[in-house]
């Protein structure tokens, strides 16, 4: 497979940009002219921010399985689709060809007929990071059921959560998953996250761990025994169902300045050519690279880079089942040497992480099949990019910083690989299609360059976030009614004097946590659910590896006098509410929350008191109590 539309020197990507903003129909039809269709679109894009409601290619008819699956077949079936690293170093790799894929994928999904999953209906997907979990996801979108990927982190309560909100009748997971050393039960945590729950009609049960679970009469089978009545049935294939363009192809749960998660919805056509596109030109990808994005299927980017962008360009995309630093920090390293991995996609919180180790690691490892690196999910240090492009890149790989949201489906600022200047720090030059602009806090567009604001994108690119499912309204507030005619992404950007894109972090009330997106309401309502807990506010705090640690101010009114023992319960609390990305890093018990006359926090303090800075807390007079301050001070963990 090549791609017509990849483009190699900067002067093509200046071009492109321009065509696409002159003439998005134009320059988005010919790109979507090279995928498979059932039938053509009627009209590339129609849109209005203010609803918001935007439609790409409307009319047009595909499956995205036929994209990343069928077509393929003829060319390059025998070769590697997956490749799949398991936890354990010493456990044989499994390696899946397209044409293996494909059928695994048609057997899955008349498994999922078989169980009843129609056109339309949500299946909920608990897994670990084996193939099946790639096989699950690929069989929803075959049959066009909606997925809803819930990352194996997640708590029996947030799963719930979810599962609620969207109203899923099926859930597919796995009797356990291993993560470094540790096994996850994850039966387990869906029995307790369906305790009471009569909406559920099927669990599938794949086996990994061989963890005992409790199967129950009537909702839960073994995906095994599924996939042997499918054989015994004896017929291998499964039509892709045919959907339009703006079907919704799945939900992605992820986390605002509100309390509760918002399911993300996207939709098919768009996100398959901006995924599409976005692999293939800012990675660079060429047909027989090896392209290892170290992601949990459970976040966008795994949904992205590990499983539409790359196979819908016939690529082959690796798969890893455990964690950088188990059983030690050279994990990656010999992943990379082992498949000669020609791409490598990870975060800036796993680069901080493996720099601690030290250089030991690398020792002996060869790293030289490297061609691209990648940095996703958090800004990333200098520091930290200079070991990555020195020690991992040898200096020889390009280094792209891809800024984008589980909201945006895809990369929208980055630089390309060896095509585009790469800049420490900054994710530089907007996608094609792409139109960023800073505005100040009244709304007021801030031209020019030098400059820092709130950073918006001005028109759709075909992967924009639809609605949030269940609740249209929720989408237009938080994205497109702070500044009307436009997106709003949350995060605040410096624009520098040649026009390039620094993202400095969230003007919002979300945290960043290792590349974890999470909302301080959320984890909010987790503490204030702990019996003792009056008040708490949380606030973000710098973390040399994780980018953000998790800073809890609480009014703790706990009987049992242990101080370290009540943070300790609050920890489990969080942990067991939402799952332990979301545990507090530190925890201080305060008499009171500087609050304002009318009741608002002034987390500006708790902030300046996490960080440690007590220069300047600024104006304080409008404090309900000022004395506060000195207190919450001098308590500082
Ligand atoms: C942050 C992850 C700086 C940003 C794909 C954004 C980044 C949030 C970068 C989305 C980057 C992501 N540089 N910050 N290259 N990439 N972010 O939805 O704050 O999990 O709003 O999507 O991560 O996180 P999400």
């Known amino acids: 497979m090549t791609y017509p539309y990849q483009v190699t020197d900067f002067a093509g990507y200046e071009l492109a940009y321009k065509r696409s903003i002159e003439d998005p129909e134009g320059f988005w039809g010919d790109i979507a002219a090279n995928f498979t269709w059932k039938r053509k679109w009627d009209k590339v894009l129609e849109w209005d921010f203010l609803r ?86 690929l069989a929803c979108a075959r049959i066009g059921a ?56 099927r669990v599938i049960v794949s086996t990994r761990t061989r963890t005992p679970v409790s199967m129950i009469k009537g909702r839960d089978v073994w995906w095994e025994d599924e996939i042997r009545k499918v054989e015994t049935q004896g017929n291998p294939f499964c039509a892709a169902e045919e959907m339009d363009a703006e079907d919704v192809l799945f939900i992605l749960y992820t986390s605002g300045s509100t309390g509760k998660p918002k399911g993300v919805v996207h939709t098919t056509a768009g996100y398959m050519v901006w995924t599409n ?11 027989g690279m090896v392209h290892f994005c170290t992601a949990d299927i459970g976040w966008i980017t795994g949904h992205s880079y590990i499983v539409y962008g790359p196979l819908s360009a016939g690529g082959t995309t690796l798969m890893f089942e455990g964690i950088p630093t188990w059983p030690d920090a050279g994990r990656f390293w010999e992943i990379v040497e082992k498949y000669k991995v020609n791409i490598l996609y990870t975060a800036p919180t796993a680069i901080r992480s493996l720099m601690g180790f030290g250089l030991d690691y690398l020792e002996g490892k060869d790293l030289s099949s490297l061609k691209v690196l990648g940095t996703v999910g958090e800004p990333i240090n200098e520091e930290a990019w200079h070991w990555y492009n020195k020690h991992i890149g040898k200096e020889k790989c390009p280094i792209i910083d891809t800024w984008w949201q589980t909201e945006t489906g895809g990369v929208l600022i980055s630089n390309w690989a060896g095509v585009t200047p790469a800049k420490p720090t900054f994710a530089t030059l907007p996608m094609p299609g792409v139109q960023p602009c800073l505005v100040d806090d009244q ?74 997106r999470i909302g301080t309401a959320e984890v909010e309502n987790a503490i204030n659910m702990h019996a003792g807990v009056i008040e708490s506010a949380v606030v973000g705090y710098p973390h040399d590896i994780k980018g953000q640690g998790i800073y809890a101010f609480i009014i703790y009114s706990g009987t049992h006098g242990d101080i370290q023992l009540s943070k300790q319960d609050i920890v489990q609390t969080v942990s067991r509410i939402i799952g332990p990305i979301a545990k507090p890093d ?51 963990v």
């Open 277 to 287: 596109y976005t692999f293939v030109n800012a990675f660079q990808y060429q047909p």
């Open 146 to 201: 909606i997925h809803s990927v819930i990352f194996g982190g997640f708590s029996a309560q947030a799963i719930a959560d979810r599962v609620h909100d969207a109203r899923a009748e099926y859930i597919i997971t796995s009797d356990g998953a291993y993560r470094g050393a540790k096994d996850i039960p994850l039966k387990s945590v869906i029995d307790d996250a369906l305790v009471g729950d009569h909406t559920v009609k």
């Open 52 to 137: 918001p409601e935007i439609k790409w290619f409307n009319g047009g008819k595909l499956n995205i399985t036929e994209n990343c699956l069928d077509r393929h077949l003829e060319h390059s079936g025998h070769l590697p689709a997956i490749i799949w690293e398991s936890n354990n170093p010493e456990e044989h790799h499994r390696m899946l060809t397209y044409k293996e894929l494909h059928f695994k994928v048609m057997q899955f999904a008349n498994v999922l007929k078989n169980n009843g999953v129609k056109k339309g209906d949500r299946v909920c997907i608990y897994m670990g990071m084996i193939p099946e979990l790639a096989i699950a996801v």
């Open 586 to 636: 530190k925890i201080q018990f305060v008499p009171g929350l500087p609050k304002t006359r009318s009741g608002k926090i002034m987390r500006r303090i708790l902030r300046k008191v996490a960080e440690g800075d007590f220069s300047n807390f600024g104006d304080t007079s409008t404090l309900l109590d000022p004395s506060l301050v000195e207190v919450i001070r001098d308590g500082r």
């Open 443 to 516: 709304g007021n567009e801030i031209e020019g360059n030098g400059v820092t604001g709130n950073l918006c994108i001005k028109a759709p690119w075909p992967a924009i976030i639809r609605t949030t499912y269940g609740d249209h309204e929720r989408c237009r507030q938080t994205y497109f009614s702070t500044y009307p005619g436009k997106y709003f992404t949350g995060d605040g950007c410096l624009r520098d004097e040649e026009g390039h894109y620094r993202i400095t972090g969230r003007v919002d009330d979300v945290l960043n946590v290792s590349g974890h």
